[in-house]
């Protein structure tokens, strides 16, 4: 099945691009996460990470 699916690929014009931006987007995406992770303030990755036990917020159905 590979084989049929390579075959067709092979015959479009400019198709090696495409597998070049998609591993551009994803390593930029990542970079730019692993950044925005370090320079987190401590203040607010703590508020974010109580939410889930917070019960100030919640409403009694």
Same mark, same amino acid.
């Given at each position: 099945?590979?084989?049929?699916?390579?075959?067709?690929?092979?015959?479009? =014009?400019?198709?090696?691009?495409?597998?070049?931006?998609? @591993? @551009?987007?994803? &390593?930029?995406?990542? *970079? *730019? @996460? &692993? #950044?925005?992770?370090? /320079?987190?303030?401590? $203040? #607010?990755? /703590? =508020?974010?990470? +109580?939410?889930? @036990? $917070? +019960?100030? +917020? $919640? =409403? $009694?159905?």
């Amino acid at each position: 099945m590979f084989k049929f699916i390579k075959g067709h690929l092979e015959s479009i =014009t400019g198709i090696e691009i495409y597998p070049m931006i998609s @591993l @551009l987007i994803f &390593f930029i995406f990542f *970079v *730019v @996460l &692993f #950044y925005w992770v370090i /320079t987190a303030k401590k $203040d #607010y990755i /703590t =508020t974010v990470s +109580n939410l889930p @036990l $917070d +019960n100030q +917020n $919640d =409403t $009694d159905i």
